[in-house]
Every structure is written in C-alpha cells, then in structure tokens.
C-alpha cells in the first residue's frame, strides 16, 4: 500500500474487514481496500500535524483520529470528510484513540498524562480518567465495554471503570522503570475480555489476566514493543517491534513462536 509521503504511524483494519485506515507524519489518513489494497476516496487531510492514532467505528462506518495537534476528529469511511470534530481538550498530543463496543464514545490517551472519554456523537467530554505521571501511550476498551485499559510511559498499566472513571484495583506493575527502558507502548484486551496484553520500551510482552494477576512475560524481542494485538478467536497474539520484525506467539500452546522479519522500516509497526 503506497501513497503517504512520509512515516506511517499506524494502521487500522474495519470490523468488518474490508478496509484498512492508515495515518501519516504526512498530517494524512488514507483508506485502502482490504482485498486489492487499492486506495479508496480521497485524501483525509484536516489535522494541522502528523496523525498518531486511527481507529474504527464498530460498523466500519467511522475512523477517529488523533494528533499531536491536540485534536481528535471523526471521519467518514464514505465520503472521506471530517463529519465531527475537532474534538478539544486535551492539553497536549492525542496518542491514542479507541471506539467503544457499542461505538457511543471514544476514549482518547495522550501527552497531557491523562486519559479522557468523549461522547461519539456529539463531541462532547464526558469524563476525565487521571492517575498516570507521564504520557499515556495506549488505550483499548474491554469487549463488554466496562472498563478501559490504559498503558504509559510511566511503565505502568491501570484499569478504569469506563462509567465513573474510577481507577479499578491496583496498578499492573512489572515492566521497567528505568529511563532507558520504561514506557509500555501497547495495551489490548484478549476477545473474550479474560486478559489483557502489554508491550513495553523494556522489550517484553506482558499478559495480565483481567483480574490483575500477571499470567506470562514472554521474551524474545531485541527493542522495545510498538505494538501488540490478539486474533479475533484470542487464540494467536501479534507484537511488532522496533527491532524490524512482527511476531506471532501461540496463546494457547506455550507461547510457540512464529517470527515475521524484515519489516522494511522499524517505525511501521503497529499491527492489528
């Protein structure tokens, strides 16, 4: 798939399959066919920096973006024009955004340190989710819609009720702390809402159960985690890397390994 001008920050595939979203340092989103990775409509240009983060409504009606112009927009999948937004708040850079299950709200992370939910339809805030001390990197919903998980570059994970914004138990500790290595790039919850994984600057792959309890610390990454994503029968997770490769591990066969190397440019490794 070739048209951004400059690095592509991440990728994002419909629920339904079809399409795949693609957001640029070009300030650009594209959309591609999924089967003859064809571009499809225009151009999505809007943002007034790079778009960091771009996700899908639940009917592949929608994409949502976020930039660290500190805005978040919702495009049609249609027409390939802003239909809502921007969406403003946040003090600092958007570096993730995420639909909900039933695509009513948006949760967003981002350089401001704090975690914040909006109103799909409207735009409108409705809650502000605080407790991490540095940037928040990543951001996912649970299947059942509940909770949200958040990681950050604190080196830490938390859970929040997605309806009062409260923190949910203790923060998942376990990935590093230290300068060089703390930073937990990717957070995504298993299909059946049972576990949650984390990829982290530290260049370990982390399960948690939903509970909170750390199941695994799988290793084999050479740098830090970008990205991480499970298939959607939970049963195969995928992490990409900045060491240029994209693994699949086997969640239900002792973290058998498959490796997919050579990713042509380190900084294009987000999977889903």
């Known amino acids: 798939l070739v048209g951004h001008i400059y690095q592509v920050n991440q990728v994002a595939v419909s629920p339904n399959g079809k399409l795949v979203a693609s957001c640029s340092d070009d300030r650009s989103i594209r959309l591609w066919d999924a089967g003859t990775g064809l571009a499809i409509g225009e151009t999505m240009?809007?943002?007034?920096?790079?778009?960091?983060?771009?996700?899908?409504s639940p009917n592949s009606r929608h994409i949502v973006s976020g930039s660290p112009d500190k805005t978040i927009r919702i495009w049609s999948t249609e027409t390939c024009t802003t239909v809502l937004g921007p969406f403003r708040g946040h003090t600092a850079g958007v570096q993730s955004?995420?639909?909900?299950?039933?695509?009513?709200?948006?949760?967003?992370?981002?350089a401001d340190n704090t975690v914040r939910i909006w109103d799909a339809?409207?735009?409108?805030?409705?809650?502000?989710?605080?407790g991490h001390t540095d940037i928040v990197l990543s951001v996912a919903y649970s299947p059942d819609g509940l909770h949200i998980v958040s990681g950050s570059y604190d080196g830490l994970v938390r859970i929040w009720d997605?309806?009062?914004?409260?923190?949910v138990g203790s923060r998942l500790e376990g990935h590093s702390y230290l300068p060089t290595d703390r930073g937990v790039w990717s957070v995504a919850y298993s299909p059946d809402g049972t576990r949650i994984a984390s990829g982290s600057r530290d260049h370990t792959l982390r399960i948690w159960a939903a509970t909170r309890a750390s199941i695994a610390t799988i290793r084999g990454h050479t740098s830090w985690l970008t990205s991480v994503a499970f298939s959607p029968d939970g049963k195969l997770l995928a992490s990409a890397s900045e060491d240029g490769?994209?693994?699949?591990?086997?969640?239900?066969?002792?973290?058998?390994?498959?490796?997919?190397?050579?990713?042509?440019?380190?900084?294009?490794?987000?999977?889903?």
Do not use: E, M, Q
């Open 121 to 130: 339809r409207t735009g409108d805030p409705i809650l502000t989710l605080r």
């Open 162 to 167: 997605a309806t009062t914004g409260h923190l």
């Open 45 to 56: 240009i809007g943002h007034t920096n790079c778009v960091w983060s771009v996700a899908f």
């Open 245 to 272: 490769t994209v693994r699949i591990w086997d969640v239900t066969d002792d973290w058998r390994r498959w490796d997919i190397p050579s990713v042509s440019s380190k900084r294009s490794s987000h999977v889903g």
């Open 97 to 110: 955004v995420a639909y909900s299950p039933d695509g009513s709200r948006i949760v967003s992370g981002s």
